[in-house]
C-alpha cells in the first residue's frame, strides 16, 4: 500500500498534551475542537456557515466520484462536527486507498469510540508513513500505558518533524525523567507557538537562574519582621502583599528593581500572549516586583478575568496599595470566594481594620478551610486583640502544628506570660530552627532571663545575622563588655540603621570615646560641623532617647549654640530626665534666669540628683534661707556622689554655724 503525503485536510491529533487529563478519550475530542480553532481562524457567521456547506458539498459529489483527496477531507470534516458516523466510511475509504491524513484521523475516531488499540494500529500505520501527527497521538497512547521507551521513540519522530504538540509531549516526557534534554524541546514548541510550552520554558530558565544566583542550596527570601524589643509576638495579619504562588515577587532572579528583561520572561510574555492565564500571573508578579505597576495590573487583570484566583488576589494588594480599597476588596470577594486562602485573609484583615470582627473571623476561618495556616494564625491575632487568650492559644496552637512559624512563636509569648517557660522553650526552638528572626530573638531574651548569657548571646546573634535590630543591639553591648569594640560598633550600626535609638546612642558613645579633648572654647572662633558621633546622637535624640538629647544639648553648648542647647535640654527635662533638668538649669543661671533655673534644679533634685540639690542649697545661702539651705545640704548629701555629699556636708555646717551665731 502507498501512502501519499498529507493534504491540507489534515486532521491534527492536537492537544494530547494534559497531564491529568480523565481519560483519553476526552483528550481527543478536545484535540479537535482545538483543530477546529486553529483552522478556522475567523469569526463564525452565516457567511462562513455556507461556505462549509459549500465546501462539504463539493467534496461530498467528488467523493462519490471516487476523488481520493475529496474522500478524506470531507471524513475530517464530519469528525470535526462530531459526526463520526458520517466520518467512517470516508476515512476507511481513503485509508484503503492509501491516504496517511485518512488513516490518522480514522485513528482519531477509532480512538473517540473506545478502541483504543484498533486507533493505535491506525496511528502506527500513518506514523510509518511519515505522519507527524500520528507519532504523536501514537506516543501520547503508548505513555499512558506506561511504554516510556516505545512513546518516546514516536514523540520524538513527531518532534524532529517540526510537530510542535510532539515536541512539547516529548519534553514532558524527558522532564519527568529529569532528562536536561527536556528544555531543546520545550524551546522547539514554544517557537511554533505551544503557549504551555513556552510558560514551562520560562520556568525552568527561572528556575536555573535563581538557583546561579541564590546557590544550591539556598532556600529563599524568608519573611522577616522587625523585632520590637519586646517579648511578644508580630501582629500583622499573614496575608501577603502579592501573593502569586509563583515567588516571582519575593526576591527572585528575575524581575529585579531596575533590571532589564530576561529570556524567561520574555517567554512568560509570550506564553501570555496567547491567553496562558498562568503566565500573566506570573508576568505580572515579575513586572509587579520591578515597579511597572500599572502593566503589571493589566497582566493580572487578563489572568483573572480567566479565572486564575490568584491573580485576583494579586490585583487586589495592587489597588489597595494605589489607595483604592474597595475596588481591592472586589477583586479580593472573587478570589475568595474561588478558594484563594491568601484573599480571604485580605478580607478578613481588611474587615478587623474596620472594626468588623465577626466578618474578619469569619473570612480568616474561610482562609483556614481552603488550606491556608495563615488563616489559623490570624485568628489568633484577633482574639489576643480583644483579649480572649484561650481562644488565641487554640488557633496558635492549630496554626504552629501545622507548620505556622510566627503562630508557634506567638504560642510560646502566650505560655511565657502565663509562666510556663519550659512549655514555651520547645516553640520558640521549633519557630526558630524555622526562620523566624523573633523567635530566635526571644529565645535570647529568655535565656537571658535565666543568666546563661553565653545560650541567650548565641540566638541574639543568629537574629542579628538575619537582621533583627534588637537582637543587633544585644551583640553590640555584649561585645561592648567584652571589650571587643570592634565587632561592637559593626552591630550597633547595624542596629542603628535599623531605627534602634539606644543603638545610635551607644553608637555615638562609642565614637564620642575617640574623640581628642577639643579643649576650651575660643571667643570668636569658628562653629566647628557636628561630627558622626553627634549626627548618631541627634537621631537617637530625635526618636526621643533622653540621654541622647542631653548629649546633643552639651555637645551643642560647647560649641556655642546655646539656643540649640537649651532646646534639647528642654525637651529632655520634659520627658522626665534629671540631668537634662539640671543642665538646662545651669543654663539659664548662667543666662540670669535663675528663678526658673531653680524651678528644674528643684525637679532634678526630686528626681535623685545630688548636684541639683547642692546648687538649690547654694542658691537658698545666698538668699539666706539658712534652713531651706540646710535641707537641700542634708538631701545632697543623702544622694551623693562622694564629692558632691562632701561639700553639701562643709556646707551644711557652715550654714548650721551661721544659724547659732
Known amino acids: 500500500m502507498v501512502f501519499m503525503g498529507d493534504r491540507a485536510t489534515l486532521l491534527e491529533t492536537g492537544r494530547f498534551v494534559q497531564r491529568h487529563a480523565r481519560n483519553a478519550a476526552d483528550e481527543i475530542i478536545e484535540a479537535v475542537g482545538a483543530v477546529d480553532a486553529a483552522v478556522d481562524t475567523t469569526a463564525e457567521t452565516d457567511a462562513d456557515t455556507e461556505n462549509e456547506t459549500e465546501t462539504e458539498a463539493r467534496h461530498r459529489r467528488a467523493a462519490e466520484r471516487g476523488d481520493l483527496a475529496s474522500m478524506s477531507a ?103 525523567r529529569s532528562d536536561v534534554g527536556a528544555e531543546r524541546w520545550l524551546r522547539a514548541a514554544a517557537e511554533q507557538g505551544h503557549r504551555e510550552a513556552a510558560y514551562r520554558l520560562a520556568l525552568a530558565l527561572e528556575r536555573r537562574a535563581t538557583e546561579t544566583t541564590r546557590g544550591p542550596h539556598d532556600t529563599g527570601t524568608r519573611l522577616r519582621v522587625p523585632g520590637t524589643g519586646a517579648l511578644v509576638p508580630t501582629g500583622a495579619p499573614a496575608a501577603a502583599p502579592a501573593a502569586t504562588g509563583t515567588d516571582a515577587a519575593a526576591g527572585r532572579a528575575v524581575g529585579e528593581p531596575g533590571s532589564e528583561p530576561t529570556e524567561a520572561e520574555q517567554w512568560f510574555r509570550q506564553a501570555a500572549a496567547r491567553g496562558h492565564r498562568r503566565a500573566a500571573l506570573h508576568l505580572g508578579a515579575i513586572l509587579e516586583h520591578r515597579g511597572e505597576l500599572k502593566e503589571a495590573g493589566r497582566w493580572y487583570l487578563s489572568s483573572a478575568k480567566e479565572g486564575e484566583a490568584k491573580a485576583a488576589c494579586a490585583l487586589g494588594f495592587l489597588l489597595r496599595d494605589a489607595g483604592d480599597e474597595e475596588s481591592a476588596a472586589v477583586w479580593w470577594l472573587r478570589a475568595a470566594q474561588d478558594g484563594d486562602g491568601n484573599a480571604a485573609n485580605a478580607l478578613g484583615a481588611l474587615h478587623a481594620a474596620r472594626g468588623e470582627q465577626q466578618t474578619a473571623e469569619r473570612w480568616y476561618r474561610a482562609a483556614m478551610d481552603a488550606g491556608d495556616v495563615n488563616g489559623a494564625y490570624n485568628l489568633g491575632l484577633l482574639c489576643a486583640a480583644q483579649d480572649r487568650i484561650p481562644q488565641a492559644e487554640q488557633w496558635y496552637r492549630r496554626a504552629a502544628y501545622a507548620g505556622h512559624r510566627e503562630a508557634a512563636n506567638a ?236 561639700r553639701a556636708a562643709r556646707l551644711s555646717e557652715a550654714l548650721h554655724q551661721e544659724l547659732t551665731a
Open 74 to 176: 470531507l471524513g475530517a470534516l464530519l469528525l470535526r462536527r462530531g459526526d463520526l458516523d458520517g466520518a467512517e466510511p470516508h476515512l476507511r475509504g481513503a485509508t484503503a486507498e492509501g491516504d496517511r491524513a485518512a488513516a490518522n484521523n480514522l485513528g482519531v475516531l477509532l480512538h473517540q469510540r473506545g478502541y483504543a488499540e484498533e486507533a493505535a494500529g491506525w496511528w502506527r500505520v500513518a506514523a510509518v508513513a511519515g505522519s507527524a501527527p500520528a507519532a504523536h497521538a501514537l506516543g501520547r497512547h503508548h505513555r499512558e500505558r506506561g511504554d516510556e521507551p516505545a512513546a518516546e521513540y514516536w514523540l520524538r519522530q513527531a518532534a524532529e518533524q517540526g510537530h510542535a504538540l510532539g515536541a512539547y509531549a516529548l519534553a514532558d516526557l524527558l522532564e519527568h
Open 411 to 646: 504560642l510560646a509569648v502566650l505560655l511565657l506570660q502565663a509562666g510556663d517557660a519550659n512549655g514555651a522553650e520547645p516553640w520558640f526552638s521549633k519557630a526558630a530552627e524555622a526562620g523566624s528572626v523573633d523567635a530566635a530573638f526571644n529565645l535570647g531574651i529568655l535565656h537571658a532571663g535565666r543568666d546563661d548569657d553565653r545560650t541567650a548571646l548565641v540566638w541574639y546573634e543568629r537574629a542579628a545575622a538575619a537582621g533583627h535590630t534588637e537582637a543587633a543591639l544585644q551583640v553590640g553591648i555584649a561585645a561592648l563588655r567584652d571589650g571587643d569594640e570592634r565587632t561592637a560598633e559593626r552591630h550597633l550600626r547595624c542596629a542603628a540603621g535599623g531605627g534602634s535609638a539606644e543603638a545610635a546612642f551607644r553608637l555615638a558613645s562609642v565614637l564620642d570615646a575617640r574623640r581628642p579633648d577639643p579643649g576650651p572654647a575660643v571667643l570668636g572662633a569658628p562653629r566647628e560641623e557636628k561630627t558622626e558621633c553627634e549626627e548618631w546622637y541627634e537621631r537617637a535624640a530625635q526618636q526621643g532617647h533622653r540621654r541622647a538629647q542631653v548629649r546633643v544639648g552639651m555637645l551643642a553648648a560647647g560649641r556655642g549654640d546655646l539656643a540649640e542647647a537649651d532646646r534639647w535640654y528642654r525637651e529632655a527635662a520634659e520627658a522626665g530626665s534629671r540631668n537634662g533638668a539640671f543642665n538646662l538649669g545651669l543654663l539659664l543661671a548662667r543666662e540670669g534666669s535663675e528663678r526658673e533655673a531653680a524651678l528644674w534644679w528643684t525637679r532634678a533634685a526630686r528626681a535623685g540628683h545630688g548636684r541639683a540639690a547642692l546648687r538649690l542649697a547654694l542658691l537658698a545661702a545666698r538668699r539666706g534661707e539658712l534652713t531651706e539651705g540646710r535641707r537641700w545640704c542634708a538631701r545632697a548629701v543623702e544622694l551623693g556622689p562622694a564629692e558632691v555629699a562632701e
